[in-house]
């Protein structure tokens, strides 16, 4: 057990805890609308008036599927970069990396279940499996087996889009209001039993759900992460990369997502909606890209210093702060709390995740200053290689 040990601090790539700091936030954009209103009023941008219709679009066009494609594909580049450190050592990484996918998959159930229906630790337990088999491969073969997963992405949104009418049809027996007010009830009122089994059943419900689309799509990210990572694409020798991801990725990208949450807004049906559906899969990939590109950019620069270090804080206790966000959002928008579900617009949202952030940013540079890793990451480490790792700063 001497060879395993985790990679030290000065060995980090820079750039990819501050693209995993900027995931951080624009996940939480998108899943603070998930802790704090119900459903219905999530999905249906109809329950948007006046103003709160372009709160609705910007997250949506600037937010929605993309940060979380970020994410994974940090997540893949991760697989590699502890890989490649595993091999300088002559360790043998297969048993450590076994453990640590198995240790996330406790965590994550454990999330999903108790904080957060909308987990994503469990689904990255399960599909770092599947890219621990193919991690040895050249860069070009893991893009091609990761586009078979995107395509199956597309194809699922396509569906579910198309066939939304018909979806609808079948629950054309339910009371969407009564519903609503069911949700509103359990989070504003409790009791504690009924929000668990309530938040149990929408994850288990999100879990099928998902498996349609957004979990392929999650495994096509960790395979591209995992050929950026072997390609050296967050490296500062890639900086043309770097300027052709930001300038096509933040141009075309954001340009198609704002033409599919118009389309999305005027309840575009059918043949459309489903192809519509399906562009949007990709320009959240593209628009996903260009925000890598951008921070990459910054990093290597020394641009806005003052921002890419509070984000590189955050990024290197990602799983602190990610878990963090969802007990915020249990002690904002239940009963446990101030009950704020359903209570705040969307535009209150945006500044509250703005606020946090914010606040996890301080934090997150105070802790670092006097330990080596955050918390939760200390514990997932410590499970991960059978020993106490060492947490203070000497």
Not at 112 to 136: A, C, E, M, P, Q
Not at 276 to 282: D, F, I, S
């Amino acid at each position: 057990m001497e060879h395993f040990a985790p990679t030290r601090a000065s060995a980090r790539l820079v750039s990819m805890d501050a693209m995993r700091g900027l995931a951080i936030f624009g996940i939480f954009m998108v899943n603070i609308q998930v802790m704090a209103m119900p459903f219905e009023w999530m999905m249906d941008p109809s329950y948007a008036q006046g103003t709160e219709v372009w709160a609705w679009g910007a997250t949506t066009a600037l937010f929605e599927s993309n940060f979380v494609a970020i994410f994974s594909m940090l997540f893949g580049a991760g697989l590699i970069l502890q890989m490649n450190s595993a091999e300088k050592r002559g360790a043998s990484f297969g048993p450590l990396y076994l453990r640590r996918l198995g240790v996330l998959f406790l965590m994550g159930l454990l999330h999903g279940t108790l904080l957060f229906l909308g987990d994503i630790l469990l689904l990255y337990s399960v599909v770092g499996l599947v890219l621990f088999f193919f991690r040895k491969l050249q860069p070009k073969t893991l893009m091609m087996i990761g586009a078979v997963p995107l395509v199956f992405a597309l194809v699922g949104a396509f569906c579910l889009e198309y066939f939304s009418e018909l979806l609808e049809g079948l629950d054309a027996g339910q009371d969407p209001e009564a519903e609503i007010q069911e949700q509103l009830t359990v989070r504003q009122e409790g009791p504690l039993i009924d929000l668990l089994v309530y938040r149990g059943i929408g994850f288990l419900f999100w879990m099928i759900l998902s498996s349609f689309w957004f979990n392929w799509r999650v495994m096509s990210m960790l395979f591209l992460g995992a050929a950026l990572m072997k390609l050296g694409f967050f490296e500062e020798r890639r900086a043309v990369w770097h300027k052709r991801a930001a300038l096509i990725g933040l141009s075309l990208g954001l340009g198609l997502e704002v033409l599919t949450t118009w389309s999305s807004w005027h309840g575009e049906l059918g043949l459309m909606g489903g192809l519509l559906a399906a562009v949007h899969q990709l320009s959240s990939l593209g628009l996903a890209l260009g925000y890598m590109g951008a921070v990459a950019l910054l990093v290597h620069s020394n641009s806005l210093a003052w921002l890419t270090g509070g984000l590189t804080a955050v990024g290197r206790l990602s799983l602190t702060n990610y878990i963090m966000q969802s007990v915020v959002g249990n002690i904002l928008f239940t009963f446990i709390g101030l009950a704020w579900f359903g209570e705040r617009t969307r535009w209150e949202l945006m500044g509250i995740v703005c606020v946090t952030f914010s606040v996890q940013i301080v934090l997150s540079l105070i802790w670092l200053r006097f330990f080596r890793i955050g918390p939760l990451e200390w514990f997932w480490r410590s499970l991960t290689y059978l020993k106490m790792q060492p947490l203070r700063r000497k």
